[in-house]
Antibody, heavy 123, light 113 residues
């Protein structure tokens, strides 16, 4: 059974960089054909897709965040990471990592999610 | 971007009664080459991550109770809970995976009347 677990600082100062890691267990992050995403949810609000990285290492980002986002993968540690620069209070949210299955270049629904981690942007 | 709009924002249903949630996409999420709708439904309970219920608009994820069903095609979709149970109190989201920019509906909160 695949499991995902987010980790990282719960408090980040404005203008600094938010850094989170998602550790995948129960399977290799580089086996199969998947993409690994970050999704966030401000308190009491809906879900916003941030971006993804494929098993191959290629990435796609939400245009609304693209200038500030970097997603990378560390296959040796079975992890992928999110960096979001120049944060403001508007970036305060629960951040989830999630997996989507892919086939023949097309990727589908999010079938596994981490429990989420709350990141607060405040001085 | 494909905008996903759910209705209603919230609904209260008596135990054992039917709950119906609608989701409309700003453009079709039906892929003509395979005749599949790239639409999923998730359930989120307080303090938990979303849980996949339905994909391809109508295929239940394994171990999801059969009181949950999805229907629709193109731009209009429905999630139905045929007989609401206490454990179904949650927020439900639709999500399209047709466009590379994945988008979710705003959520529908289901409560017990």
């Amino acid at each position: 059974q695949v499991q995902l677990q987010e980790s990282g600082p719960g408090l980040v100062k404005p203008s600094q960089t938010l850094s989170l890691t998602c550790t995948v267990s129960g399977g290799s992050i580089s086996s199969g054909s998947y993409y690994w995403s970050w999704i966030r949810q401000p308190a009491g609000k809906g879900l916003e897709w941030i971006g993804r990285i494929y098993t191959s290492g290629s990435t796609n980002y939400n245009p609304s965040l693209k200038s500030r986002v970097t997603i990378s993968v560390d296959t040796s540690n079975n992890q992928f990471s999110l960096k979001l620069s120049s944060v403001t209070a508007a970036d305060t949210a629960v951040y989830y990592c999630a997996r989507a299955d892919c086939s023949d270049g097309t990727c589908y629904q999010f079938d596994y999610w981490g429990q989420g981690t709350l990141v607060t942007v405040s001085s | 971007d494909i905008v996903m709009t759910q209705s209603p924002d919230s609904l209260a249903v008596s135990l054992g009664e039917r709950a119906t949630i609608n989701c409309k996409s700003s453009q079709s999420v039906l892929y003509s080459s395979n005749n599949k709708n790239y639409l999923a439904w998730y359930q989120q309970k307080p303090g938990q991550p979303p849980k996949l219920l339905i994909y391809w608009a109508s295929t239940r994820e394994s171990e999801v109770p059969d009181r949950f069903s999805g229907s629709g095609s193109g731009t209009d979709f429905t999630l139905t809970i045929s007989s609401l149970q206490a454990e179904d109190v949650a927020v439900y989201y639709c999500q399209q995976y047709f466009d590379p920019l994945r988008t979710f509906g705003q959520g529908t909160k289901v409560e017990i009347k």
